[in-house]
């Protein structure tokens, strides 16, 4: 059964499995999420369902947004994604998805916005050798080859070149999920998720399960 969450990045530490292992995890706030509705073949030409996540404030939502959640019949909230389930009939409008949908030994896909690096050099970026650092080579740091002198006289597609970096949505795949606290909401997951501390990060069923 297809599963999922949406969750904020509390931070890391690590936990010891019953065989003494040190495990490093990543500690998520998962939910609890609200239904806000529910979208079906016959209306929308595919099924979900829409979750909302961290209560927001009536004065900072726009009209359309408190209509949609007014219609619904549930708390304004500050996030809302879609989840592609197989069966959505178990999920009724107005009720709660908590960390506890998950149990340890799970296998997730999390997705969450990376950490924003600014703008980069090529060098920091692609991992460009630099060049001489002697007074008179002139040409420290910087990109390199530009190409070809006369043919084709341009720079090719695909030329790495010192730009932002950053800030990209990024899947992690098949993570194991090592321990939940369901009174506290908690996901425990093995290794590193895409983020700074308070991201907001989707945690779903694994869809290469190995």
Same mark, same amino acid.
């Given at each position: 059964?297809?599963?999922?969450?949406?969750?904020?990045?509390?931070?890391?530490?690590?936990?010891?499995?019953?065989?003494?292992?040190?495990?490093?995890?990543?500690?998520?706030?998962?939910?609890?999420?609200?239904?806000?509705?529910?979208?079906?073949?016959?209306?929308?030409?595919?099924?979900?369902?829409?979750?909302?996540?961290?209560?927001?404030?009536?004065?900072?939502?726009?009209?359309?947004?408190? *209509?949609?959640?007014?219609?619904?019949?549930?708390?304004?909230?500050?996030?809302?994604?879609?989840?592609?389930?197989?069966?959505?009939?178990?999920?009724?409008? *107005?009720?709660?998805?908590?960390?506890?949908?998950?149990?340890?030994?799970?296998?997730?896909?999390?997705?969450?916005?990376?950490?924003?690096?600014?703008?980069?050099?090529?060098?920091?970026?692609? *991992?460009?050798?630099?060049?001489?650092?002697?007074?008179?080579?002139?040409?420290?740091?910087?990109?390199?080859?530009?190409?070809?002198?006369?043919?084709?006289?341009?720079?090719?597609?695909?030329?790495?070149?010192?730009?932002?970096?950053?800030?990209?949505?990024?899947?992690?795949?098949?993570?194991?999920?090592?321990?939940?606290?369901?009174?506290?909401?908690?996901?425990?997951?093995?290794?590193?998720?895409?983020?700074?501390?308070?991201?907001?990060?989707?945690?779903?069923?694994?869809?290469?399960?190995?």
């Amino acid at each position: 059964m297809k599963k999922g969450i949406i969750a904020k990045k509390i931070g890391m530490t690590q936990v010891f499995d019953t065989n003494a292992n040190l495990i490093p995890v990543t500690v998520l706030e998962a939910g609890p999420c609200v239904v806000v509705q529910k979208k079906t073949e016959k209306n929308d030409g595919y099924e979900a369902i829409q979750v909302g996540f961290v209560d927001a404030k009536p004065k900072q939502t726009i009209k359309p947004k408190k *209509g949609h959640f007014a219609k619904a019949g549930v708390p304004i909230k500050k996030y809302l994604k879609e989840f592609r389930l197989e069966d959505i009939s178990t999920y009724e409008v *107005g009720s709660e998805i908590k960390a506890d949908i998950f149990s340890a030994g799970d296998k997730v896909d999390v997705s969450g916005i990376t950490k924003g690096k600014g703008y980069a050099s090529s060098i920091k970026k692609y *991992g460009y050798s630099r060049g001489p650092m002697a007074h008179g080579s002139k040409y420290h740091r910087k990109a390199g080859s530009m190409g070809a002198a006369t043919n084709p006289g341009r720079v090719m597609k695909g030329k790495g070149l010192p730009s932002h970096m950053g800030c990209d949505k990024v899947t992690i795949q098949n993570l194991e999920v090592v321990k939940i606290d369901a009174e506290k909401n908690l996901i425990l997951i093995k290794g590193a998720v895409p983020g700074p501390k308070g991201t907001i990060i989707t945690v779903k069923n694994s869809v290469k399960a190995w």
